[in-house]
């Protein structure tokens, strides 16, 4: 849980959450169940092997040398079979891996599965997925179980041998019977400790693999550390003017998406950032927030590089609110005031009638204590209005709004117009719409085209050019 904190937006967002919580889960699991089931083990069969040792070189040389031999023949055995069978344990813990994430992904969006007929096709997707995990799960299983039949045998061979050099030994006179028979008990005291090391070692096996994966994340390259930092921005004082200048980025170094982005915000306007799909809107939200660091150029605040503050002292500064509305399972108030103390009913009843709640609350059985899961029957419509006012108690300086009502009716769009413009009053507001009814009143439209600002300015100004936004602006309402 602490890596996962310490880990960039980049690699959440490159990685199936499916397989990630595989890593987090299932192998952590098979590590806890492999190290706590065969550590005592291991150990109690080494302390077993070296006492044994002893006593058999104490007692006779040659019959030890025996014994040792036809044990290393097992050891030899053993090697090839773990050295064949560690690769399947490693496709098992992947294979295991992308079943989670297919599951994960398709239970997710069940509904448009659903609607789409896709049932059939994403079955084969997970048969085919499942297929490869039963191959390298029945390979490794197998190769793994031959661990201790051939223990077993070399065991049986121990004996053998003893027996054969043993009888040879007193023919000629260089040993006696009641030593081999003494021999025959190191035998087995020898191969049991061998035969139990060799099935903990199969158990480690798929240990092992997991733990490739597991260390394979806890190796990922952290968030740099900002404990050197000292600026701090008060969220109470903070003005809200932002500035950017010559902006560069890129998700990869090979691809700039961002290009010499310049702009500059004053404090309490409302800034509409709008543009076709892949302009990068939502990426220079990501880049204001250090979601993502930037390659080149300064994002300021009042003033202040957004590189010289903290992410959390950031984070303090603004509220957000999404396109996918998240709500977790709790009560409603404990949704409402999200990491926020001291929030009183009468704040929430205040914000919840300018988000047009209040008739809502008034329906539910316990009102501000009733409990929400997912069982809860909440419209798409309900669930944004409520992350909405979750911003409105937050209370920051500045808001961000990225397509937050794309998912809202038509009459609900209206009632979330006049809350989003009493939220913005005072604030710096930045707000992503493809909706272009919804930035009308914005104080800066800036639009945007393959990561370039291409226009700027309010909406009559725009309108009047004729170019870029008149073209988005008139394709949404031409008749």
């Known amino acids: 849980s602490q890596k996962i904190n310490r880990v960039p937006i980049k690699f959440v967002d490159s990685s199936a ?15 806890s169940q492999g190290v706590s089931d065969s550590f005592a ?87 085919g997925l499942n297929s490869d995990l039963y191959k390298s799960a029945w390979k490794s299983q197998f190769l793994s179980g031959l661990m201790p039949p051939i223990m077993n045998f070399i065991g049986n061979l121990s004996y053998v041998s003893v027996c054969v050099i043993g009888s040879i030994l007193a023919v000629k006179g260089k040993t006696d019977i009641g030593t081999i028979i003494a021999f ?39 968030m740099s550390d900002e404990s050197m930092l000292t600026n701090q921005l008060d969220p109470q004082k903070v003005k809200g003017d932002v500035e950017f200048k010559n902006v560069h980025f890129g998700y990869t170094s090979e691809k700039t998406i961002i290009n010499d982005f310049s702009a500059t915000v004053k404090a309490g306007q409302k800034v509409a950032i709008v543009g076709p799909t892949g302009a990068g809107k939502t990426t220079i939200v990501n880049l204001l927030m250090r979601f993502y660091e930037i390659n080149s150029g300064d994002i300021l605040i009042d003033g202040v590089s957004t590189r010289t503050i903290t992410r959390e002292n950031l984070h303090d500064l603004f509220g957000m609110v999404l396109q996918d509305s998240w709500l977790f399972e709790g009560t409603l108030r404990e949704n409402l005031v999200f990491n926020k103390t001291g929030i009183t009913d009468a704040e929430l009843d205040s914000v919840c009638a300018t988000c047009g709640l209040d008739h809502f609350i008034k329906t539910l059985p316990n009102g501000y204590d009733t409990q929400l899961s997912e069982a809860t029957a909440l419209s798409v419509g309900q669930k944004q209005l409520l992350t909405i006012a979750r911003a409105m108690i937050q209370n920051s300086p500045m808001i961000i709004l990225d397509e937050a009502t794309s998912n809202i009716d038509t009459r609900t769009e209206l009632i979330v117009q006049q809350a989003m413009d009493k939220l913005s009053s005072g604030r710096t507001s930045f707000v992503i719409a493809h909706r272009l009814s919804t930035i009308k009143n914005a104080d800066m439209i800036i639009v945007m085209k393959n990561g370039d600002i291409v226009e700027q300015g309010n909406h009559s100004e725009l309108l009047a050019k004729n170019g870029a936004y008149a073209e988005l602006y008139n394709s949404q309402f031409a008749e």
Do not use: W
């Not at 036809?70 to 490693?90: E, M, P, R």
């Open 184 to 222: 025959i008990i190191y035998a087995r005291m020898f191969t049991n400790p061998l035969t139990q090391f060799a099935q903990s070692v199969s158990r480690l096996q798929s240990s092992a693999a997991a733990s490739e994966r597991v260390f394979e994340f806890l190796n990922e390259p952290e």
């Open 41 to 127: 083990t291991i150990v109690h069969s080494l302390a077993m092997l070296l006492l044994t040792t002893i006593m058999m070189f104490t007692t006779n040389v040659t019959l030890t040398i025996t014994t040792i031999v036809t044990c290393l023949i097992g050891f030899a055995l053993i090697s090839i079979v773990v050295t064949n069978s560690q690769k399947y344990f490693v496709m098992q813990q992947n294979g295991l891996g992308k079943v989670n994430g297919h599951i994960e992904e398709v239970y997710t969006n069940q509904n448009i599965v659903n609607v789409y007929n896709a049932t059939d096709e994403e079955a084969i997707k997970f048969n």
């Open 17 to 31: 959450h499916g397989d990630l919580l595989s890593r987090v889960t299932n192998d952590v699991d098979s590590i």
